[in-house]
């Protein structure tokens, strides 16, 4: 039943819905981007470290690649995390109080964790601005830094989506069978 609009059933996660769609979307893409950036930042580090031992050779841009490859792994990394529950949540609170208070508080806290994220994403959609608008870019790989910092945003709207998908099973969770776990943690599929 759905507690928000109670006219409308609350999609089940088979179904083929747009939101489910694009859901699977945002997973794959989040998932992919990660992997791709960590395999190759790996890559670049470990033959740039045979190149220079070997080879006596070293890529000059190598470094600042990898840290750029680094940085996009982690932020997707950490939006995908928000989907699986895998952030440090401190619930032991939430398991002493009631469960219609603790949903209660579980909601508060993705609000305020929503409009934190909201605000990353705004900050670094801003920075990207200002980066186009300056025409900087990185010193060894000469790539502008707007296209390194779109992470950013991208990440922190991924994240967001996450977060309004928990609070929106939060919502529409009767009282009486809420639990942390439930909302907060998802199996990997």
């Given at each position: 039943?759905?507690?928000?609009?109670?006219?409308?059933?609350?999609?089940?996660?088979?179904?083929?819905t747009?939101?489910?769609?694009?859901?699977?979307?945002?997973?794959?893409?989040?998932?992919?981007?990660?992997?791709?950036?960590?395999?190759?930042?790996?890559?670049?580090?470990?033959?740039?470290?045979?190149?220079?031992?070997?080879?006596?050779?070293?890529?000059?841009?190598?470094?600042?690649?990898?840290?750029?490859?680094?940085?996009?792994s982690?932020?997707?990394?950490?939006?995908?995390?928000?989907?699986?529950?895998?952030?440090?949540?401190?619930?032991?609170?939430?398991?002493?109080?009631?469960?219609?208070?603790?949903?209660?508080?579980?909601?508060?806290?993705?609000?305020?964790?929503?409009?934190?994220?909201?605000?990353?994403?705004?900050?670094?959609?801003?920075?990207?601005v200002?980066?186009?608008?300056?025409?900087?870019?990185?010193?060894?790989?000469?790539?502008?830094?707007?296209?390194?910092?779109?992470?950013?945003?991208?990440?922190?709207?991924?994240?967001?989506?996450?977060?309004?998908?928990?609070?929106?099973?939060?919502?529409?969770?009767?009282?009486?069978?809420?639990?942390?776990?439930?909302?907060?943690?998802?199996?990997?599929?």
């Amino acid at each position: 039943m759905n507690l928000i609009f109670p006219g409308l059933p609350v999609p089940e996660p088979g179904e083929n819905t747009m939101l489910k769609k694009f859901d699977d979307f945002i997973n794959y893409f989040s998932t992919a981007v990660m992997m791709v950036t960590m395999i190759l930042a790996t890559l670049v580090a470990f033959i740039n470290v045979v190149m220079r031992y070997c080879f006596n050779y070293s890529m000059t841009w190598a470094g600042e690649l990898t840290s750029y490859l680094f940085i996009w792994s982690a932020l997707f990394g950490a939006a995908y995390g928000f989907k699986i529950g895998m952030h440090i949540g401190v619930n032991a609170i939430l398991q002493i109080l009631k469960p219609r208070v603790a949903k209660i508080v579980l909601i508060i806290t993705l609000v305020i964790i929503f409009i934190y994220l909201t605000a990353l994403m705004c900050w670094g959609y801003n920075f990207i601005v200002f980066n186009y608008e300056m025409e900087q870019v990185s010193v060894d790989l000469q790539l502008p830094f707007w296209i390194i910092y779109l992470c950013v945003p991208i990440t922190m709207f991924i994240a967001d989506y996450q977060i309004l998908l928990k609070l929106r099973k939060a919502i529409s969770t009767p009282s009486d069978n809420f639990s942390y776990e439930m909302i907060m943690k998802e199996d990997i599929v």
